[in-house]
């Protein structure tokens, strides 16, 4: 970009922001996930459709703080406590609801449409992480959201979660690299296990400052500053040891979550007002650059100038929206207990969503991903997220009407 | 900028706002406007001290959305009647201490120092509009914020911003035009007066829009994204009728402001809970955007090409400074009551601020106001904000410790 005029920028942003904001609405009003009413959105003002929007270089760094910032919100909503109560069940739907649609992702690019390397890996990692917003909210529309399947679901995508953003880190020094170089990848493994060992004490411990300084502050507006300073900090970090910006944004957020504490830290307790009051004052700011992010997204797809009679686009699309569904429910029937829970918690598992899209857009903007790749990705990601809500909604109506809301499965 | 490196750019607006927020801090500490901080947070890190950061593109946009944001917060804690409650007294203070210090320093620049006819323009401008924040919390320490005194500096305040950036709009046409044209004065008043007039009546028109989408709304984020979309339409509507962009920012916020009405509009009230919500949610966003504004006052500043040894820079800076501090006291003696409280009012109108320094960074970036006569506007600007706290507390300790609190000035 080069001198934008600043009324364009306005305009460009609020264009933006509104045709998100109408988007999502009439999504969420349809029961669907918001994030795909703010893609298409994207879509729509993007060469796809009206070719409206060109992203400038402002647009993409604001979309940059985005993601940090709706990583930080994940971390910031993980709860480790809640994995240590689900433990072993979420963990085993976790891990095979990973590795499954990674090695069928991979598999399929790899061995069936005999894809380069990079690229099977960028497709099967992008299946990996479940977003589990959408199922949490109709969950509760059912009022099963306190349910044991409901637990395991969200014990399973928060570990999901970490997995993919580390698969996320390593794929992402293979494509710096331009190769895959296993020596590489342990190093870099090194450097993630040391990043997340290291990285939320240090957030926590800087967070504990930040806690004590706003006590005796005399000006307004600390925590806004100082937190977004904190995860802008972290995201340098994980840069300069050579890990993606976005795990930083996830270390600070577990760092400043309520459950995160520290191994020996007795005195260094989390204060549930400060939490408050970091999540209150956070809140509209991540509310307002997230759907920067998912707009940009939306806007890098160009659907125009996929070929659309080839058959490549349509039978890839949908053997690898199979393939995305498939791996998550096969993780779901390991575990023991009803097999409609078993079920159950496999559909919740579905959707895809945020680390799906930053790593296709990861992949993309590293040139290892072409159009039409990219294109086949978000159309799954957004398949994985409309069609989880109603297929869980339909068997559960039919299946668990009357299962207790609390019913325990055997351990 | 070309394509800043995303890790760059968070480490830029980090080290940006982590040292806005020191200064801003330790300012406050020294009961000195933590606004002052923030410029001198910009000066140490640009060109004139350390010369670490150089502004990019983005982030001289993010310093717009930050200019926009401090005048929609303005125009929200403007309250208009405050203003009727005041009336003359406040009126004749606020014009007086308007038009003062414009003619001195439009005098002092023209006739003394020799300077074009648009440059003292804009010296006379950015002396008129006075910075409240600063005298309310002295008052406020001294117990004295509900004198009449008081109420007569808060209603002159609000009037002499408006006016202000009437002012400004005025100039702005000017510095598009690089000459001073009466006709098009005149018409630039015109359209003020009818941006003025239809502006806000049509921003609440949308807020009350806002306010039944978010009662039916069934999305998070609703306020921050529809707000800010909100301030930039105002803002880039502004520019479209040919005045500065801040304006539409002033406009959305004193639309917003819990004391703004219709006049026809009994069915229009304000929902007090609504303007809390967006008070709430919108207070975060201002205070992460404005510092990176006077952050960037600072950096534009460069001290060191400035010829210290010169007489210049030292007479100018001093015979300006003399004449702030004259152009207010003058106003404040026509007041009727003691003399002690007509100088209270005119010591509590001296700072200059937020208004003064987009004056004199709109005047830099127009190519009207060279390097050395910027400065001194600045310091000018930062010697008002420091002079009038100090002054203000020990003329209080001295010569009013006895009157009472609601002492009422006759009328």
Redesign the interface.
């Known amino acids: ?1 080069e ?2 005029a ?2 364009q ?3 460009q ?2 264009v933006m ?2 045709t ?2 109408l988007f ?2 009439l999504f ?2 349809l029961q669907s996930p ?1 994030v795909v009413g703010e893609l298409l959105a994207g879509v729509i003002l993007g060469p796809s459709l009206l070719g409206w929007l060109e992203p400038s ?2 647009i993409k ?1 604001l979309a ?2 985005g993601i ?1 910032l709706l990583l930080f919100e994940v971390g910031l909503e993980t709860d480790i406590r809640q994995l240590a109560k689900t433990g072993w069940q979420a963990l085993l739907v976790a891990v095979s609801g990973f590795v499954w649609p990674f090695v069928l992702g991979f598999g399929l690019s790899r061995l069936v449409y005999d894809r380069s390397l990079l690229e099977a890996l960028f497709v099967g990692g992008t299946l990996t992480a479940t977003s589990i917003g959408i199922t949490v909210r109709v969950l509760t529309d059912l009022k099963r959201q306190h349910s044991r399947e409901a637990q395991v679901v969200l014990g399973a995508a928060v570990i999901d979660d970490i997995l993919g953003v580390i698969l996320l880190a390593v794929l992402y020094e293979f494509s710096r690299g331009g190769d895959v170089d296993p020596a590489n990848a342990g190093r870099v493994m090194g450097l993630i296990a040391a990043f997340f060992a290291l990285a939320p004490v240090f957030a926590k411990l800087i967070s504990l400052l930040i806690r004590r300084f706003e006590l005796i ?10 937190i ?2 904190l995860v ?2 972290f ?2 970090l994980a ?2 040891m050579g890990t993606p ?1 976005l795990l930083g944004g996830f270390a600070a957020g577990l760092a400043l979550s309520r459950r995160f504490f520290l191994p020996f830290g007795v005195a260094l307790r989390s204060d549930p007002a400060f939490s408050d009051r970091i999540d ?9 650059f ?2 920067i992010f998912f707009v940009m997204v939306g806007l890098s797809l160009n659907l125009r100038v996929i070929d659309w009679s080839s058959s490549f686009i349509w039978s890839f699309s949908l053997s690898l929206f199979a393939v995305a569904v498939l791996g998550k429910l096969v993780g779901s029937l390991l575990l023991r207990g009803a097999w409609v829970e078993r079920f159950a918690v496999g559909i919740a598992m579905i959707p895809r969503g945020e680390v799906g899209l930053i790593f296709a857009e990861l992949g993309r903007t590293a040139g290892i991903l072409n159009n039409e790749i990219y294109a086949a990705l978000i159309i799954v990601i957004a398949l994985t997220t409309l069609l989880s809500p109603m297929l869980l909604k339909s068997f559960y109506r039919r299946f668990l009407p009357s299962v207790p809301v609390r019913g325990e499965l055997p351990r």
Chains 1, 2 share one sequence.
């Open positions: 970009m001198s934008q600043v009324h920028f306005f305009f942003l609020m922001l509104l998100a904001r999502a609405e969420a009003r918001p270089q402002v760094l940059e703080i940090i502050s005399q000006t307004d507006g600390l925590i806004p500053t100082l977004v300073s802008l900090f995201a340098w840069h300069a910006e209150t004052q956070m809140r509209p700011i991540i509310q307002l997230v759907p």
